[in-house]
Structure formats: structure tokens, C-alpha cells
């Protein structure tokens, strides 16, 4: 088993910065790409960004140039750089993990954090 735990969340004025960081610990032998989605209230889990075990990122289009992900292959933890954040970015944000079932296997298992709340007041 793979656990993730989050922290940076908190509520911070339109315009203002926050940093995620989602640390994963326990059987990790082979993380492949680590990411953050979001999920306001109402709305649908959607993907923010993600970055592989090579460090290729990939942002949804309303995040990008706002948004940075990073990420710390020693300690298994990834970050994620808010500026800019506008009432919109305000959502319950959920780390995850993929990575193989075992050395041997093709299927990719995906963890999941707690989540962490930002709110971005106007």
C-alpha cells in the first residue's frame, strides 16, 4: 500500500499564492507519474497538472502559466505552486500516485490522497 498525505491548503485573497505538498510513503518501488486534481463544490474531479517519472508536466489549459508542479523523486513528494489564484482555483485539491502492482506487472494501480482545501476569496 502506498499512502499519500497532503498539506499547503488554506485560504488566501484573490491574486495570492499557495504550494501544495503531497508526500507518499509506504511499499513505493516504482512511481510512475504524480499529480494533483480538484474538485470544487458541485462540479466533477478534473485533472490540474501532472508530472512523470522523467519530469514531463502536463497542466490543464486554465492553469497554465499559473500553476507549477515540481517534484522530489528522493522523498516521493511533488509539489504544486499557485500564484495568480483566482475564486475559480477555489476546490478541494487531491494528490495521487500511480505505480505498477508489482515490479513484474503492465497494470498501473492509482492512489489517492485526503485532499486539501484552498479557498481563494475575491
Known amino acids: 500500500q502506498v499512502q499519500l498525505v497532503e498539506s499547503g491548503g488554506g485560504l488566501v485573497q484573490a491574486g495570492g499564492s499557495l504550494r501544495l505538498s503531497c508526500a507518499a510513503s509506504?511499499?513505493?518501488?516504482?512511481?510512475?507519474?504524480m499529480g494533483w486534481y480538484r474538485q470544487a463544490p458541485g462540479k466533477q474531479r478534473e485533472l490540474a497538472a501532472t508530472i512523470t517519472s522523467d519530469g514531463t508536466t502536463n497542466y490543464d489549459d486554465s492553469v497554465k502559466g499559473r500553476f507549477t508542479i515540481s517534484r522530489d523523486n528522493a522523498k516521493h513528494t511533488i509539489f504544486l505552486q499557485m500564484i495568480n489564484l483566482k475564486p475559480e482555483d477555489t476546490a478541494v485539491y487531491y494528490c495521487y500516485v500511480d505505480q505498477p502492482l508489482n515490479l513484474y506487472s503492465v497494470i498501473v494501480r492509482r492512489y489517492w490522497g485526503q485532499g486539501t482545501q484552498v479557498t481563494v476569496s475575491s
Open positions: 509506504g511499499r513505493i518501488f516504482s512511481i510512475n507519474a
